[in-house]
């Protein structure tokens, strides 16, 4: 796989976890680009899972990360921007067929449903599980716009 950079962010529901996959994205080789939140004060989390998602449209990250209390607001919101394709993941295998099936491009985890060694888990089966390209799962990428 050729270096990647991964765009982060996280409301203050998921900043914690936010930093512990940052280390384990540093240990996986990949770069990071962290977008915040930087604290436990409240925030919004569409604003953050805006900003990932503009990363990645603007060509400055090739995959992205976002975590909130349930991951699904955080994914939401990323979601409304064209191009993006945000999967809440629970475990490695979700993780894994987000990737092979749905092309996904940025991973959503919630920091109050999933332990962080789980969390871990999601990320290295994200970060390294290849779109597997078939027709038809090419064809219902496709048709998600
Ligand atoms: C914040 O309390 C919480 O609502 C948020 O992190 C997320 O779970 C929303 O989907």
């Known amino acids: 796989m050729n270096k990647i950079t991964v765009a982060m962010a996280s409301d203050h ?14 240990e996986l080789g990949l770069d990071c680009l962290d977008l915040g ?5 409240s925030v919004d989390y569409p604003d953050f899972g805006r900003a990932v998602a503009d990363a990645l449209v603007g060509g400055r990250a090739d995959r992205g990360v976002l975590v909130c209390g349930t991951g699904i607001g955080i994914s939401i919101a990323a979601n409304r921007v064209s191009g993006i ?3 809440v993941c629970q475990d490695a295998t979700t993780a894994r067929l987000a990737r092979e099936h749905n092309d996904a491009n940025v991973l959503a985890l ?3 449903i999933v ?12 970060m ?5 390209g078939g ?4 064809r219902r990428v496709v048709k998600l716009g």
Do not use: N, V, Y
């Open 128 to 132: 390294s599980t290849p779109f597997d």
């Open 115 to 126: 332990g962080a060694e789980i969390a871990k888990d999601c990320l290295r089966a994200f």
């Open 135 to 138: 027709e038809r799962h090419l």
């Open 13 to 26: 529901a998921g900043f914690a976890l936010k930093e512990e996959l940052k280390a384990e994205l540093a």
């Open 85 to 87: 394709r945000a999967a």
């Open 37 to 41: 939140t930087d604290s436990l004060e």
């Open 110 to 112: 919630g920091a109050r």
